[in-house]
């Protein structure tokens, strides 16, 4: 597992260096094409932007799927002081923002610099704090700009897309910190999962596929899938908070969340196999998250359906998870679709 530790955490690091906000992912799925394809596969994209291949096997089909968009930004609108007013992209917490660098995408391909502030930041000028509700955020461009006119000759626009920075850093002690480990960490899991079963030459026990979404943070990523699915898995994040038994070094198994109960009998094959492996893993309940797989099961598809992932601490902020969570996910999916 060791040598595919060390490829899932390059390609944490390459998959988080390229923005890719709900709406804004072709380069994020170019990199998995390429990917996919030096690893000897045969990826496809779908016409909304989807990457999909099939890893091998026969028997019952299984997709698991993993999301490539993140939470960000558009520009909403100019003001005339030269600052940019911004409209979420996904579930985005503004407080968790404010202060942060991030990239100003046009449509004809430039970027710039800014940083993320509230209208009234300084500690030494407010009368009273500013709460960082989206109506009092604003980017400032790191450029000479005081005039709406002064943005606009830069060539920036209304639908815009704003990237916050990842900023993603590995400790020494094995903690991953970064945003956007929703869900790029498992992304960059199944990537090794790919890696292995090409140099390993696994056995696959059923036709494995993998899916790659570019729209799950709003909500219809897995609305399309393979019409043959008989069984999949998502591939996302695992929760850690209060009332919750996972801990950022453990693998997730949820058994409901806010669209209801997840397939008891694959849960509970899941969590036999957890334990049986001797996994550090704990099953609960997200009562404020969504997957693909339900976004599938909204779209009619007959499927069996699961959620796993690693558990991520502060979700939708400044992430963290640690490499003992990639390490147990990986070994559940590996004994899931090999015994």
Known sequence: MSSYMDF???????????????????????????????????PELSNKGNVSVTLGGSGSPLVLAAHVDTLGAMVRSIKENGRLRPTTLGGHQWSTADGENCTIHTRDGRVYTGVVLNTEPSAHVADQKVEALEENMEILLDENVSSKEDVLALGIQTGDIIAMDPRTVITKSGYIKSRFLDDKLSAAILLGLARAIRDENWKLNRKVSLLFTVYEEVGHGGCFIPSDTEEMLSVDMGCVGADLGCTERMVSICAKDSGGPYNYDLVTTLSNIAREQKLDYAIDIYPHYGSDVEASLRAGYDIRHGLIGPGVYASHNYERSHVNGVRCTFELLKTYITK
């Open 8 to 42: 899932i955490t390059e390609q944490l690091y390459a998959l988080t260096a390229i923005p890719s906000p709900t709406g804004f992912t072709k380069k994020a799925a170019d990199y998995l094409l390429a990917e996919l394809t030096s690893l000897g596969y045969t």
